[in-house]
């Protein structure tokens, strides 16, 4: 996981490097694409494609759905630049340092973001233009990941959350009605893309029907366990961690997992989450299956 | 060409019915994607698929290639929706009614812009996976598209747009330097999905090498004339017919052509861009390819 960590890393560090546009332009979308992180997405695609593939082509798959899986990445990362604006979230600072509209001004954070999900769908073609992927499967890939991070996905999450913030304010603990609002709200924002890079990837990776179905449901409980981890860790940890204030999505009245149950229903939760996405890949038995089932584990140990 | 028009207008009021996203931001996408507009994108996709194809292939391409011509359409309407933000052009009027920002609220059209953006590629990919186009060709389209309109393209002209803007009150005219970037931000800004619009669609038509050139060329010329008689209509008008007042653009220091050279100048070379675009078709015949030649010169009666 770490190789592919790195060679995702690699990539990023020099995909923008060669291409002719502004060079502020540029600047901003460097800037916000190489601040770290942990390029889960990206590495689940990769992942999910080496788990799909047979045992001979793994290598070359990882080199072909690359350009792909960074795709992903950069779709991630426009999000977060476009979610901190002042007129969404209002946040000066992501992961210690001072947000893309900080650092550059609004309008350059607004188009870099435009940029980067622009670019994305760019060299995600490249995966079936140039690097000898199947054009059907590159397509069928693509519209995956489409349809997540747009309004029937990503996006439209993004619009549930603002609608529901400051409900946490006031709602009461345990109401149904409001827990099935975060659920949806957690799908859409969180979990359509952990979902499509584990589709796409398994699609590129030549997975049959049966394979896909796994790794769909194995995203579903990851990318639910990873969203109420996160609520978890934003009610505990200490500001210098977490790069923003502990508590602060509690302060802003966002519903969230401990504000609707509890701390130790929350980790129950996120428990049940992760077994589900295990148990999903209980057909699959691989190097990568295994790291995948050992990923979920794993997350668990922040919290629990 | 009234015909085609009808068919993306018609796509284009529905499209968004179905889809399973929150009501607001459909509302806003719908604001946005449904306020009229010339449909000049998509049209000229559809027209260039239908110069290429085979004579028997025309009635069945352009039914293939609506979904895609759709997200021409849906990319452009994203773009118009960003730059009115307050932090980029600061707009409160598109089209004589009010953008989107100022009928629904800031961030709800930083998401809409999104929604579009992203949800312009899910029907892009449609014309190569439920509407029997060659997924190849629809890959080698979507690359020209994503190309166009990201960092390289449209995104890297508002850059350059916002760079520039301002030196329009202190430019000498005629200054070479300040021309050269008045090229080429017009180039990037608006010629690039002109460009692509026209490319797109000659590929998805199955059209040659020589037949792509020939459009491509053809769009650099249209999409030149296009913004140079913009820029004309912005200095003479009248503010009720363009829907912002007339000027507006020289007050905001804008690089015009206009404020660089004279209105007879900018006249003659409007006629000269058009005239290019008409030249580069010379070796296509067809009823589509006399629409096109059309439609360069329709585009200088506004201003000659």
Same mark, same amino acid.
């Given at each position: 996981?770490?190789?592919?960590?790195?060679?995702?890393?690699?990539?990023?560090?020099?995909?923008?490097?060669?291409?002719?546009?502004?060079?502020? $332009?540029?600047?901003?979308?460097?800037?916000?694409?190489? %601040?770290?992180? &942990? +390029? =889960? !997405?990206?590495?689940?695609? @990769?992942?999910?494609?080496?788990?799909?593939?047979?045992?001979?082509?793994?290598?070359?798959?990882?080199?072909?759905?690359?350009?792909?899986?960074?795709?992903?990445?950069?779709?991630?990362?426009?999000?977060?630049?476009?979610?901190?604006?002042?007129?969404?979230?209002?946040?000066?600072?992501?992961?210690?340092?001072?947000?893309?509209?900080?650092?550059?001004?609004?309008?350059?954070?607004?188009?870099?973001?435009?940029?980067?999900?622009?670019?994305?769908?760019?060299?995600?073609?490249?995966?079936?233009?140039?690097?000898?992927?199947?054009?059907?499967?590159?397509?069928?890939?693509?519209?995956?990941?489409?349809?997540?991070?747009?309004?029937?996905?990503?996006?439209?999450?993004?619009?549930?959350?603002?609608?529901?913030?400051? $409900?946490?304010?006031?709602?009461?603990?345990?109401?149904? %009605?409001?827990? &099935? +609002? =975060? !659920?949806?709200?957690?799908? @859409?924002?969180?979990?359509?893309?952990?979902?499509?890079?584990?589709?796409?990837?398994?699609?590129?990776?030549?997975?049959?029907?049966?394979?896909?179905?796994?790794?769909?449901?194995?995203?579903?409980?990851?990318?639910?366990?990873?969203?109420?981890?996160?609520?978890?860790?934003?009610?505990?940890?200490?500001?210098?961690?977490?790069?923003?204030?502990?508590?602060?999505?509690?302060?802003?009245?966002?519903?969230?997992?401990?504000?609707?149950?509890?701390?130790?229903?929350?980790?129950?939760?996120?428990?049940?989450?992760?077994?589900?996405?295990?148990?999903?890949?209980?057909?699959?038995?691989?190097?990568?299956?295994?790291?995948?089932?050992?990923?979920?584990?794993?997350?668990?140990?922040?919290?629990?």
């Amino acid at each position: 996981m770490d190789t592919l960590r790195k060679l995702v890393e690699s990539f990023l560090a020099d995909c923008l490097h060669d291409l002719d546009m502004p060079e502020r $332009l540029r600047e901003a979308m460097n800037y916000s694409l190489l %601040a770290g992180g &942990k +390029r =889960l !997405r990206p590495v689940l695609c @990769l992942l999910c494609a080496r788990a799909a593939a047979p045992e001979a082509k793994k290598e070359e798959v990882t080199r072909q759905a690359l350009p792909f899986a960074a795709g992903l990445e950069m779709i991630h990362t426009y999000s977060l630049v476009h979610d901190d604006l002042p007129a969404m979230d209002d946040d000066d600072l992501r992961r210690g340092r001072p947000s893309c509209h900080k650092a550059f001004d609004e309008a350059t954070a607004i188009l870099a973001g435009d940029a980067l999900l622009t670019d994305a769908f760019a060299f995600m073609t490249r995966a079936g233009l140039k690097n000898g992927l199947a054009p059907e499967l590159v397509l069928q890939a693509i519209a995956v990941v489409a349809e997540a991070a747009g309004g029937r996905g990503m996006v439209g999450g993004q619009v549930l959350d603002m609608v529901c913030t400051g $409900l946490g304010k006031t709602a009461v603990k345990g109401d149904p %009605a409001m827990i &099935k +609002r =975060l !659920r949806e709200m957690q799908a @859409l924002k969180t979990g359509a893309l952990f979902r499509a890079a584990c589709v796409s990837g398994g699609i590129l990776g030549g997975g049959d029907a049966e394979t896909l179905t796994a790794l769909k449901l194995y995203a579903e409980g990851l990318g639910a366990a990873f969203q109420i981890v996160d609520d978890i860790l934003d009610e505990t940890q200490d500001s210098a961690t977490l790069g923003k204030p502990a508590g602060s999505d509690a302060e802003e009245g966002k519903l969230t997992w401990p504000a609707l149950t509890s701390l130790d229903y929350s980790r129950k939760l996120a428990e049940a989450e992760a077994d589900k996405a295990i148990t999903a890949l209980a057909g699959l038995s691989s190097p990568e299956a295994e790291t995948l089932r050992a990923l979920a584990q794993k997350l668990l140990t922040r919290v629990c």
